[in-house]
C-alpha cells in the first residue's frame, strides 16, 4: 500500500530556518530510548517519518551550510545513515491508525473510504465529493516553518515558486506598509460554522484552526467536537488536512511547532440554506 505514495517535493527554506526549529525537528525524528507512548504519539499518524523526509530534504538543498550546523548543535551525535535507515524502515510501514480501522487495504485517503454512521464525517465527505473530488490545487496549500518564512517572501528570491507565487505577488502589488485599511474588533457570539456567514460578501474571510499538531483533524474520525472537528465536519477542509498529509509531507503529518499551513479557498456550508462561503483557513497547532 505504501508504494503508491509518489516522492513528493518538500520544499526547504534553508534561508528563514532557526535553531530553534531545527531542535524542534529533531525531537520528534529521533526516538528516545525505550519510551513506548512517545513512539506512540509520532508513530501512529508518521509524525516521526515526515520530520525524517525533511531533514533528508535539507541535506539534498543547496546552500545549507548554516541549517547544517545548527543540526548538528541541536543533536552532536547526528548520523545521516540512521537518519535514512530509520526512514526507509517507516516508509514501508503502515501507521497504526490505518491498521486501527482495519484499512490497511484501503491505500492513501482511506479515511475518506472507510464506512462510518457518524453524522459529522458523513456531512464532510458529501461537500469533498461535491466541490473537492480532485482536491486542493499546489498553490491552495502552503507550509511555513516560521514568521521569517513568511516575511521573506518579498525581500529575496528564496520562496517556494509552486505554492508562494501567488502570495508574493500579492505582497509586491499592495506592500503591507503602503496599506491604509481601517479596521474594527467585532465580537460575534455563534458558532465558526454560522458566523463566518455573518461577514459581508465582499470581505475576505480567514478562519483560525485550532489544529491537532500531529492527527490530520484530530479526533475527526470520532467525531470529535471540539473547534478543529467542527470546522471540518461544516466544511471540505478534510480534504485539505489530507492532501497536506499525502502531497506535501510524504503520508505523514506534523505542523511546524513554531508556524503554521494556509489552505487557500476553503468551502464552508450552511446546510439549511445550500449557502456556500469561500474562506482561507490558518492551520496552527
Known amino acids: 500500500m505504501q508504494q503508491e505514495i509518489k516522492d513528493t517535493y518538500m520544499y526547504v527554506p534553508v534561508h528563514s530556518l532557526r535553531k530553534c526549529d531545527i531542535c524542534s525537528i529533531i525531537s520528534i525524528a529521533f526516538l528516545p530510548t525505550n519510551d513506548k507512548k512517545w513512539k506512540k504519539r509520532v508513530d501512529s499518524h508518521h509524525s516521526r517519518r515526515t520530520m525524517l523526509y525533511f531533514l533528508l530534504s535539507i541535506k539534498s538543498t543547496p546552500n ?27 516508509k514501508n510501514t503502515i501507521e497504526s491508525y490505518q491498521l486501527q480501522y482495519n484499512a490497511k487495504k484501503l491505500g492513501n485517503y482511506w479515511q475518506l473510504k472507510i464506512p462510518t454512521h457518524s453524522p459529522g464525517p458523513l456531512k464532510s465527505r458529501e461537500y469533498i465529493s461535491r466541490y473537492r473530488s480532485d482536491g486542493f490545487q499546489p498553490n491552495e496549500l502552503k507550509i511555513y516553518w516560521n514568521y521569517d518564512q513568511i516575511q521573506t517572501l518579498i ?76 470546522i471540518l465536519y461544516n466544511s471540505d477542509a478534510y480534504r485539505a488536512l489530507l492532501d497536506l498529509k499525502y502531497t506535501m509531507m510524504d503520508g505523514g503529518f506534523m505542523l511546524p511547532e513554531y508556524g503554521v499551513a494556509y489552505i487557500k479557498r476553503v468551502r464552508f456550508f450552511q446546510k439549511q440554506s445550500n449557502k456556500g462561503r469561500l474562506t482561507d483557513l490558518i492551520v496552527a497547532a
Open 64 to 90: 545549507n551550510k548554516q541549517v547544517l550546523n545548527f543540526i548538528y548543535e541541536c543533536y552532536p551525535n547526528f548520523d545521516w545513515s540512521i537518519v535514512n535507515e530509520n526512514y526507509q524502515q517507516l
Open 155 to 230: 525581500s529575496s528570491n528564496n520562496y517556494n515558486p509552486i505554492t508562494d507565487s501567488d502570495a508574493r505577488n500579492a505582497l509586491l502589488n499592495s506592500p503591507v506598509h503602503e496599506r491604509k485599511h481601517s479596521g474594527i474588533i467585532r465580537f460575534v457570539v455563534l458558532a465558526i460554522q454560522d458566523a463566518v456567514f455573518t461577514v459581508p460578501n465582499d470581505k475576505q474571510v480567514i478562519v483560525l484552526d485550532f489544529a491537532d499538531e500531529r492527527m490530520p483533524g484530530g479526533y475527526y474520525l470520532e467525531q470529535a467536537i471540539t473547534q478543529e472537528e467542527v
